[in-house]
């Protein structure tokens, strides 16, 4: 499967994003997605991801309550998984990347996925 990340951009804090993760080559429910963030000089982290089952997601304790992950993929309607985030702060200023694996549930690590996106750049300013 490939990914493309895309809905970055230059934002203002407190404002709203979505950002898509939209598939091609093999349908996105059939895996586990997962969503990281990686600020400049820091380590890619997790910040949510949605098992294949079609289960509720989980999101890292730092983003819970602003961070909203949802997938439009059932029968492959958009092929796509999202990032909701509200009430952007500067601190949320990275690149954000979709992953994708097969795995038998959602993993927190970067190097348990197999496939990427590209990243997508979300600069929140204050």
């Known amino acids: 499967v490939q990914l493309q990340a895309s809905g970055g951009g230059l934002v203002q804090a407190g404002e709203t994003l979505r950002l898509s993760c939209t598939g091609s080559?093999?349908?996105?429910?059939?895996?586990?997605m997962g969503w990281f963030r990686q600020a400049p000089g820091r380590e890619r982290e997790f910040v949510g991801g949605?098992?294949?089952?079609?289960?509720?997601?989980?999101?890292?304790d730092s983003v819970k309550g602003r961070f909203t992950i949802s997938r439009d993929d059932r029968d492959n309607p958009k092929n796509t998984v999202y990032l909701e985030i509200k009430d952007l702060r500067p601190e949320d200023t990275a690149v954000y990347y979709c992953?994708?694996?097969?795995?038998?549930?959602?993993?927190?690590?970067?190097?348990?996925?197999?496939?990427w996106g590209q990243g997508t750049l979300v600069t929140v300013s204050s």
């Open positions: 080559g093999d349908t996105l429910s059939r895996y586990n």
């Open positions: 992953a994708a694996n097969r795995g038998l549930w959602i993993d927190k690590l970067a190097s348990q996925y197999d496939y």
């Open positions: 949605v098992h294949r089952s079609g289960g509720g997601p989980s999101y890292a």
